[in-house]
């Protein structure tokens, strides 16, 4: 089980903190991920990791405001986002992958566990 957490309304150029802890399995041998989506879309990928945490992927939208993050110690991925857009409104939803030791994915059906979602507001 994914659970993210540290959604939450901030102003256009500020920051959040993203977490996703794992629990019931271990993730540390799996290539993880952050998506988004806005009403009526589908989901649009953000931010992914390799299993060892060396490699990220980055959609050009948030290339440089993010950064993804893991401490496979403690089960957990990070989605640092800072200046923060109105665009980048959405429920977030963190995810793994299902095939051990792969790097980044951007498709999110590479991706078999997904979280719970968490509700990102930036007003303007």
């Known amino acids: 089980q994914l659970q993210a957490s540290g959604g939450g309304l901030v102003q256009a150029g500020g920051s959040l903190g993203l977490s996703c802890a794992a629990s019931?399995?271990?993730?540390?041998?799996?290539?993880m991920g952050w998506f988004r989506r806005t009403p009526g879309k589908d989901r649009d990928f953000v931010a992914g990791?390799?299993?060892?945490?060396?490699?990220?992927s980055y959609a050009d939208s948030v290339k440089g405001r993010f950064t993804i993050s893991r401490d496979n110690a403690k089960n957990t991925i990070y989605l640092q986002m800072n200046s923060l857009k109105p665009e980048d409104t959405a429920v977030y939803y963190c995810a793994a992958v299902g095939t051990a030791l792969t790097g980044p994915r951007r498709s999110p059906y590479e991706y078999n566990y997904w979280g719970q979602g968490t509700q990102v507001t930036v007003s303007s």
């Open positions: 990791i390799s299993w060892g945490g060396k490699t990220q």
């Open positions: 019931g399995r271990t993730v540390s041998n799996y290539a």
